[in-house]
């Protein structure tokens, strides 16, 4: 835990091999818990990166979730963006630096990368979202933080995901880069998961952005 914060929402921190003002924040998706990505600090293997997974606030059947199901998820999303921006902001006021951050979100995860990471005040080094899908897409590009539309932003998305659809990512994706949001977008031989190559690719973008 970083020192000296109490932070709304209960997590793991795992501090860096190596002391370092850099910081991975980790959102996993519906039914999920912080342990569901306990695997990403040792296989990204950075001795200078801290980490901390989130929990989402709302249970889901023995898990957690960020938001409710459609049609009713925008209350969610809205109150777990506030706690978002109450831990960065408690996070980012001394102890890590911002513009040397990841934030690495799965499905509803990957969906509060966008939603809240767009429109956060302080830049990020890198954006990671793996499948998931924009709430609204046309009303973020109208509110994002104009600071963040040439930052790392990398989505990746299945082609055969049957949870949320691979058309609809991809084509959310394509109006947030045709209005000058500048997305780095991938697509997988794969479900609602993340696949292996796509984890060796993430790790080598991260590296490369560091």
Request: aromatic share 14%.
């Amino acid at each position: 835990m970083p020192r000296n914060k109490h932070l709304p929402l209960n997590n793991i921190f795992i501090h860096s091999k190596v002391p370092s003002k850099k910081l991975m924040i980790i959102l996993h998706g519906r039914g999920d818990s912080t342990r569901g990505f306990t695997f990403l600090p040792p296989y990204l293997n950075l001795d200078d990166m801290n980490y901390l997974l989130l929990n989402a606030p709302y249970s889901y059947y023995g898990g957690y979730s960020w938001y409710d199901l459609p049609p009713n998820q925008l209350e969610g999303i809205t109150h777990s963006c506030a706690l978002l921006t109450e831990i960065f902001d408690a996070l980012f006021e001394e102890e890590f630096n911002a513009e040397e951050s990841f934030l690495f979100g799965f499905s509803q995860g990957a969906l509060l990368t966008f939603e809240f990471g767009a429109r956060y005040e302080k830049v990020l080094a890198g954006y990671i979202a793996v499948s998931g899908y924009i709430y609204d897409v046309d009303t973020l590009l109208q509110e994002m933080n104009p600071n963040v539309n040439t930052s790392n932003w990398l989505c990746t998305h299945g082609t055969y995901d049957g949870i949320l659809p691979f058309n609809t990512s991809k084509t959310q994706i394509e109006i947030l880069q045709n209005g000058g949001f500048d997305i780095t977008f991938k697509s997988y031989d794969k479900d609602h998961t993340i696949a292996e190559d796509e984890l060796m690719m993430i790790k080598e973008w991260i590296k490369n952005k560091l």
